[in-house]
């Protein structure tokens, strides 16, 4: 039984591999990609997958495969980031781009064409019907933010530690 994501950092690492000991047999695949986590539901090798909300979208437009489902019960948020390398030639011009990129009406023409969540709360409201059922609400109490300092410093030793148990 899990708890609410709001308690989940920091991982209590041995217990969540306990919770994978108990699910390891009816694992089919680990999925590597979202590509091959799409593939791997449309051929029915799995019944289901995480991945991005996007990549399901594609399946329900032309020439995208099986359509499949969605689910926005519980969504998993991670942050993006843009950045302008110290001493960039055109780093006036970067900067105007990056600007250019966070306003909500221009998040709103990309993410429409998309179909992913854009990060400024203003452009989530003014998504149009058809992108924004294809969005997470930001606000659901049982979506988790990932946490980026916990990741930065457990990442390595977490992923030695589940590509061991997932050979063995």
Same mark, same amino acid.
């Given at each position: ?26 694992? +089919? ?27 399901? /979208? +594609? ?63 203003? +452009? ?8 924004? /059922? ?35």
């Amino acid at each position: 039984m899990g708890f609410p994501p709001k308690h989940i950092y920091p991982l209590d690492v041995d217990r969540a591999f306990k919770a994978l000991d108990r699910i390891k047999p009816q694992i +089919a695949a680990w999925a590597a990609t979202s590509t091959q986590a799409i593939s791997l539901c449309q051929t029915g090798e799995v019944d289901f997958s995480f991945t991005i909300s996007s990549r399901v /979208k +594609a399946t329900t437009e032309a020439g995208g495969g099986v359509p499949l489902a969605f689910s926005f019960e519980q969504n998993l948020f991670s942050y993006e980031g843009a950045s302008v390398l110290k001493g960039a030639p055109n780093k006036q011009s970067a900067m105007r781009l990056v600007a250019y990129l966070l306003r909500p009406e221009v998040q709103v023409r990309l993410m429409d064409g998309y179909g992913d969540l854009p990060i400024s709360r203003n +452009a989530a409201t003014m998504s149009s019907a058809s992108t924004g /059922k294809w969005q997470a609400d930001l606000n659901n109490p049982e979506s988790l933010f990932v946490n980026s300092g916990y990741w930065a410093d457990n990442l390595e030793a977490l992923s030695v530690r589940f590509h061991e148990w997932v050979l063995n």
